[in-house]
Each structure stands twice: as structure tokens, then as C-alpha cells.
């Protein structure tokens, strides 16, 4: 059993792909390109109704906000895609934020400190992998004490103090702007993993290895999958993004400290599973994680514009989970009403 099949006791049967269907249906009637359509509207009404939505300085703080959310989405998609899932990715960015901060406080090169970051981020992810694949202990179990002890490690070595001098150097470079665009520099680097991340899930062995994990851990074993490798690997990744968006959380806010990114798993899980990817696995494409995160980063951008509440975005944000995780199942039984009705003598 997955991570996510042995937590929960009812898990919906795994569907297949309706080869039926036309190809456009297959194509255009999909849940990626129904978040896709969201975003574009969400995108249009706050151009026309929110005042300064459409500045270029409300697209880079915009872009500059949901950076971190969308690195961590890349490697948590592949991890809810084998039917697993990794609580501890904020507790991760938490130790790497803190570890660059203590580093370059007791004069390392910061270069040498992000690399520190980095190797710590794949023990990280090879603690939760081995625990997962070698163990055999829930993921959802793991990464729930893993969550806390990062976050312990973070708090101990700081306490309530924080590291707040760094290279102007590489500050000035994670706030870089391309001209009068809005655009950050950083997305370079961001659209250079989305293309790695989709390359490595859509056209690879290991990506077809991820999905048939996701639909059945015994029938790709016997398909010749490695579950093991597959499934640790998806961890090392989500250790590895994690504490690189630690630094970039570190270096664009000035401050490292060990409660930096509190909850913000919860925010990246909400767009992968916005964005199409089953919590139950084997299903989901990264176009429609990246259109999730966009999604939520506009529709929270443009309702702080609108100056409402921290609390109600909250909901918002909450009923858009709620709503992603329904909507599958809602869907299913219209689908076999439908299958049924038609079947039915008259």
C-alpha cells in the first residue's frame, strides 16, 4: 500500500483514461485545462475591477510571492503522483533559511553556505525516502514527525532571534527585475525546473514509473518498476527544491529564522491538487500544477489589492482545496449515473 492508501481507509477506485473519447475531448475536457480557463478569467475580471492589478509591480511581487510555492509544487507533484506525500517541506526551507543564515553569520562565503543548504536538503529528503521505501512507514506519518523535527533543528540553532545581514549582492539579484517588464530574474531558474520537472514526468521512464506507482504499487512492481528507487528519488527531489527555496526565501526577505515558511506546505499541496493531481495518485499533469499555483497566487494577490482580510483569503484558499479534492469524486459519480442510466432498459 501507497503512503496515502494505508492512511486512509476508503480510497475511490483508480481511473483510467477514457480512450473512447475523442482526441480533443481527451484533450480540451480536462481538469488541467478547466483550472487553465479559472486562472484566465480570475486574470481578466481583477485586471477590470481590482485598481492596479495590471501594474508591473503587482506582476513581480506577485511572481516573486508564489516562487517558493511553485519550486516546492515541481517535486510534490511527483510525490502525490506515486501515492505518497511530504509533509516536511516547509520544516526543509525552515533549516535551510537558518543554516544559510548561521553559516554566513559565523563568516562563510555564502556560495559555500548555499551549497551546505543544499546537501542538507537531500539528507533531508533521504531521511523521509529511506524511512518511506526501506522502512516501510507511512509517508503521511513520516513527514508528519520529520515536519517537526526540521522545525526543531530550525528553532534550536536560532531561538527567536534572526540573521538578517547578507551580500547585497545576492539580494539585489533574487529582487532583479528584467527592465520595466515586472518580471523577475529568478523565473530564469524557475522555468528552467518546470521544464526539467516536465520533461522528467511526461517523456521518461522514471515519470511512466511514478504514475504506475500511483495506480498500483504491486502492478508496477511487477511491470518492472523499481518502487524503492522511484519513490526515493521523488524524496531526495522534494528535499533537494526545498532548501533551494530556502535560500531564495532567505535571500528575498533579508531574514533567516527558524519559524520562516510556517504552513506553507499546505499552501503547496492546495495547488497541486487545484492543478489536477489525484491525492490518491496516479493522476496529474504538471501544466495544471503550475496553472494552480498561479491560480491561487493571483486570486490572493488581487483580493489583498481589494483590501480583503487575511482571514477571509484564508477561506478562500481553504474552500479551493476543499473544492479540488471534491470535485474528482463529484465528477466520478455523475460519470457512472450516466453509464448507468444508459445501461438501463427502457
Known sequence: MTGIDSATSTAPARSYPDYSRPLWQRWVLTRESAVIAALVIVVVVAAAAVPNFGTPITLSFLLLDITPILLIALPMT??????????????????????????????WPIEAAMVVCLVVGLVAGAINGFLVTVVGLPSLAVTIGTLALFRGIAVGLLGTTAVTEFPFFWQNLVQARFGTSGIPVVMVLVVVLIVVFALLLHATPYGRGLFALGLSSETAQFS????????????????????????????????????????????????????????????GALHGVIAGVLLIGVLQSALRLANVSSDAINIITGVLLIVSVLSPRIIGWARTARASRRRSPA
Open 224 to 283: 518492472g518498476v523499481n518502487v524503492a528507487r522511484t519513490k526515493f528519488i521523488a524524496f531526495l527531489l522534494t528535499g533537494l527544491i526545498s532548501a533551494l527555496a530556502g535560500i531564495y526565501w532567505t535571500l528575498r526577505y533579508g531574514s533567516a529564522r527558524g519559524d520562516n515558511a510556517v504552513g506553507l506546505e499546505l499552501s503547496v499541496i492546495a495547488a497541486v491538487l487545484l492543478g489536477g493531481v489525484s491525492i490518491f495518485g496516479g493522476k
Open 78 to 107: 511527483l510525490v502525490i503522483v506515486a501515492g505518497e506525500i511530504d509533509l516536511s517541506v516547509a520544516s526543509t526551507l525552515g533549516l535551510s533559511s537558518v543554516l544559510l543564515g548561521v553559516l554566513t553569520k559565523a563568516g
